[in-house]
Every structure is written in C-alpha cells, then in structure tokens.
C-alpha cells in the first residue's frame, strides 16, 4: 500500500502562481513513477504530468508545457507541481498519483494509488 497526501491547493488570480506538493509513504516510493492528474467540474479526470523515479525523464500534457513543471524528491518521499501562469482552465482538484512504470501514456486506469486530492480554483 503507498498512501499519498496533496496540499498547496487554493484561489489565485488569473496568471498567478501555485505549488502543490504530495508525500508518500508506505510502500517504497523512489522506484515508483509519479504523476499528477486533474477533475474539472463535470469533467472526466484527465493526465497533468508524470516524472520517472530517476528524475531523468518527465511528461506533461500539451496544454500545460511551458507552465507546469513536476519534480520530486526521494529522500523526502515527496512529488511537487509548480504552477505558473495560470488559466482558469486550470481550476480542478489535482490528484497525485503514482504506478510501478513511467512510459508515456498514463490514464487514470493505469495508476496504482490516489491522492484525496486538492482544489485549485483559478479566478478571472
């Protein structure tokens, strides 16, 4: 069992800047990859960004290159999403998420364990 918990959520303004952050504990967490997914309102949640255990290799969704950017630490047992530029498209509650392999195609089918999730709301 990996268990993981989101934070960092919260209202900002339209091109501003948030970071959310998620720690796991439980089953070993450096060898696994992490991602980060997200659930607009009457929307199906979609993939964000995924970083391999390494750290050497990244994925983001099209709509996000350029303005997020995910990391993680190991020693910590924590994964980061740094938000910048925000849109109001980007308001949706963010999931942390995490499976055995990187590779590039992640669906919500493909992950492992959830976090409960944290709300970001973008404002205009």
């Known amino acids: 069992q990996v268990q993981l918990v989101e934070s960092g959520g919260g209202l900002v303004q339209v091109g501003g800047s948030l970071r959310l952050s998620c720690a796991a504990s439980?089953?070993?967490?450096?060898?696994?990859?992490m991602g980060w997914f997200r659930q607009a309102p009457g929307k199906e949640r979609e993939f964000v960004a995924a970083?391999?255990?390494?750290?050497?290799?990244?994925y983001y969704a099209d709509g996000v290159k350029g303005r997020l950017t995910i990391s993680r630490d190991n020693a910590k047992n924590t994964v980061s999403l740094q938000m910048n530029s925000l849109k109001p498209d980007d308001t949706a509650v963010y999931y942390c998420?995490?499976?055995?392999?990187?590779?590039?195609?992640?669906?919500?089918?493909?992950?492992?364990?959830w976090g409960q999730g944290t709300h970001v709301t973008v404002s205009s």
């Open positions: 970083i391999s255990w390494t750290r050497s290799s990244t």
């Open positions: 998420a995490t499976r055995a392999t990187f590779g590039s195609t992640w669906y919500a089918s493909t992950v492992d364990y």
């Open positions: 439980g089953r070993t967490f450096s060898r696994n990859a």
